[in-house]
């Protein structure tokens, strides 16, 4: 007699690596074959994987047509199956893998597409969190704001592309009108992501606001947070033909009031 | 032209308001009125209309979230209603570690949403750390039973409360099964000390795929143990001309099944009851409806026993 370990690990092989000969022998024929019984347990697990997937990436599937995407989640769980009781997070590595597909050819841009989707799902998912107290910031000294660390809104996700996917992701979701042809070649995206009053937002920012909130983010004091976004780089100029200049009292005040900073200590 | 502003994006996020009166009053004990399993598409239905449905149970995996529109919807419906929490992912009959992440979730879920029902599944779903997350039988052997046991009574340990465990379907037996399921089932609910939530429409699709007489199977259980009963609806396959029943929850409950749950009514009394659909999700009052019938049958069944 198989133990129970041997036999699910047959099983299992079975269900996720298409290799039915383990387990064949341990199932009682009666009627209809194991291998048939095995695979009605191995399509509910690679439906239930898909339909996961589906509902993370709506774009990429509009994007792709749902032959091209049931093909590609196939492939997609054959390499990376499910390893949590739970399927939310199946679709972690699904823009990875696009871009292992398409790293070099015309559909680069689908790998970007489905981060921008996997971190709208953070966003969606993640915890909620009030304004800012600005009574609590009032006490603060003027002198001691370099010091202060201010926190994002727990749903909050920096997102950077040379594609304009966010442009791309609002064509493709929430409308069933054919989409326009789109031009690549268009502003890239630089956004902050945030869920606040249960609505998804998307904050399109400067390069220096962008570097600001990202130094905000990795925990930095308010004062480096302002160095960074100050730093010059090439793309503030030829990014979109005009030099930006930096304010930092600006982009707190922005950021505040949007929500987005929650917090500081 | 750069848009620096902030954009709205219609999306799932947003939750739409709720009238201040939405709500049936005070919530109410999971009585013996059927209840129906709640699926995200109908949360705003159920928030803005506030239909008569007795209690609502949820998959508790899908309000695993740290936050957002599901996990808020869900804590405003549970203020009006009597809530049960039904897992599908533990894995307890896995031969892999008890996953205390996965456990440390259906913790906080449990705090949060304060369900007076907490369940999962007599299955695994799970080895080397790869998931199938579907509801895979175990073998009925002894090694079987002492281990889901163990982990039952670990899972129940940990969570402070007694949980129930329900009975899957299956589309194969395992040639190493020393017991008929019923046994198996009884033993680990004796053993463990859980609860049964026994699942008719699981009873029915199994014993028609192994050709055993389902009276059997509730007359081995033992009525103290079950303290909720599934009502769900199936599919049919066809393999070489030889008949298999799926168990897909996306039809009306079957007039088999009906006969099963008057035979239940019987053995069992009343004992809170659910009508499940999982997938081809129809209307609400299609459910409300169908558990409409399970009460107007549990009346009868209790009358003709008066």
Known sequence: MPSLRELQSGVMRALLDGEPDGAVPLIAARGIAPKHRLDVYANNARTGFIESLISSYPAIRRLVGEDYFRRCARGFHARHPSLSGDLQPAGTKFAQYLSELHGDDEFRYLSEVARLEWLIQETLLAADHGPLDLAKLGLVLPDDYDDLRFHLHPSARLFASQYPCVSIWEANVGSDAEPEMMDLGAAPDRVLLVRTGGQLKCHRLSHGEFRFLRSVQAGERFVAAVESGAARSEADVAGDGETRTFDAAAALQRFVLAGVIVDFQ | MMDNGARSITCAATVSPVPANAGIGPRADIGPRAGIGLRAQHHLEVLSDAPAVAWFEAHTENYFADGGAHVEALGRIRANYPL??????????????????HLERVRRAVNRFEPELLSEHLS???????????????????????????????????????????????????????????????????????????????????????????????????????????????SAVEFE??????????????????????????????????????????????????????????????????
Not at chain 2, 145 to 174: K, M, T
Not at chain 2, 248 to 262: F, K, Q, S
Not at chain 2, 267 to 290: H, K, N, Q, S, Y
């Open chain 2, 124 to 234: 695994w779903s799970s080895v080397g750390g790869r998931f199938a997350n579907d509801l895979l039988p175990l073998p009925y052997t002894e090694e079987a039973l002492r281990h889901v046991s163990s982990r039952i009574a670990q899972a129940q340990d940990f969570l402070g409360r007694r949980i129930l465990i329900e009975n899957v379907s299956s589309y194969l037996q395992f040639e190493c099964s020393r017991m008929p399921e019923w046994e198996f089932v009884a033993a680990v609910a004796a053993e463990s000390g859980c609860g049964i939530l026994l699942d008719l429409n699981n009873i029915y699709v199994a014993a028609r795929n192994h050709e055993f007489d389902a009276q059997r199977y509730l007359d081995a259980i033992d009525p103290r143990a079950v303290q909720e009963i599934h009502l769900a609806g199936h």
């Open chain 2, 241 to 306: 001309g030889q008949e298999l029943l799926i168990d897909t929850h996306g039809t009306p409950v079957c007039d088999a099944v009906w006969n099963l749950y008057r035979a239940a009514q019987r053995r069992f009394g009343d004992v809170p009851t659910l009508i499940e659909w999982d997938t081809d999700i129809p209307a609400l009052e299609v459910l409300v409806a169908e558990a409409a019938k399970a009460d107007a049958l549990r009346a009868e069944a209790h009358a003709l026993a008066a």
């Open chain 2, 84 to 101: 049960s929490l039904h897992g599908v992912g533990l894995s307890l009959g896995s031969t892999d570690p008890l996953d205390t992440r």
